[in-house]
């Protein structure tokens, strides 16, 4: 199985603040990635795809980027609504995987 | 609009068989390269994949959880339905069915609510 591992695993962040999240893959994985935003009691929600193609209806200040086996999530205005946790997951083969995810929290 | 609902027990016990069922609309499962996966989500924890199935019938399993689990479909009803045998209390879990983009992109765009399972005799 190809590992996903998440740096940081929490982060606290004010609103405005550009905050970004790593996760890396351990072998390569093209651009096979995808992000997902979690807040507490709710299902995932897909934010990105393919590395860097956003949702419908997700917000530019979001971005994604990387290829191979490191890639970044970036939120380049920290929102109050974005305060949540993130997880990666790879689609390059079965079975997918996810990192153990990335709290964001309030500073 | 594409949605989904888990639906089965919050409770069994240690060494029963979980059947978990996912009712869908939105799309048909009878189509080559449209699937239903579920994922789960012990309290607190990452989330984990643990099986999917497509239109083709094509199956797909966690490799550490394949021996225990089944995943089958009925499309005239729409639904999907995943057992998981042997129970354990570390099998507590929210379990999410979703939907994945393509057979060949097995990402979730579209997840439901989820359904918390707890295992205690």
């Known amino acids: 199985d190809i590992q996903m591992t998440q740096s940081p695993s929490s982060l606290s962040a004010s609103v405005g603040d550009r905050v970004t999240i790593t996760c890396r893959a351990s072998q390569g994985i093209s651009f096979w990635l995808a992000w997902y935003q979690q807040k507490p009691e709710k299902a995932p929600k897909s934010l990105i795809y393919?590395?860097?193609n956003l949702q419908n209806g997700v917000p530019s200040r979001f971005s994604g980027s990387g290829s191979g086996t490191d890639f970044t999530l970036t939120i380049s205005s920290l929102q109050p609504e974005d305060f949540a946790t993130y997880y990666c997951q790879q689609y390059n083969s079965y079975p997918p995987t996810f990192g153990q995810g990335t709290k964001v929290e309030i500073k | 609009q594409i949605t989904l609902k888990e639906s089965g027990p919050t409770l069994v016990k240690p060494t029963q068989t979980l059947t978990l069922t996912c009712t869908f609309s939105?799309?048909?499962?009878?189509?080559?390269?449209?699937?239903v996966g579920w994922i789960r989500q012990p309290p607190g924890k990452a989330l984990e994949w643990l099986a999917v199935?497509?239109?083709?019938?094509?199956?797909r399993y966690s490799p550490s959880l394949k021996s225990r689990l089944t995943i089958t479909k009925d499309t005239s009803r729409n639904q999907v339905v995943l057992t998981m045998t042997n129970m354990d209390p570390v099998d507590s879990a929210t379990y999410f069915c979703?939907?994945?983009?393509?057979?060949?992109?097995?990402?979730?765009?579209?997840w439901g609510q989820g359904t918390l399972v707890t295992v205690s005799s």
């Open positions: 393919a590395a860097s």
């Open positions: 939105g799309f048909s499962l009878s189509t080559s390269g449209v699937g």
């Open positions: 979703a939907h994945p983009y393509s057979g060949n992109a097995f990402f979730f765009d579209y």
């Open positions: 199935i497509y239109g083709d019938d094509d199956k």
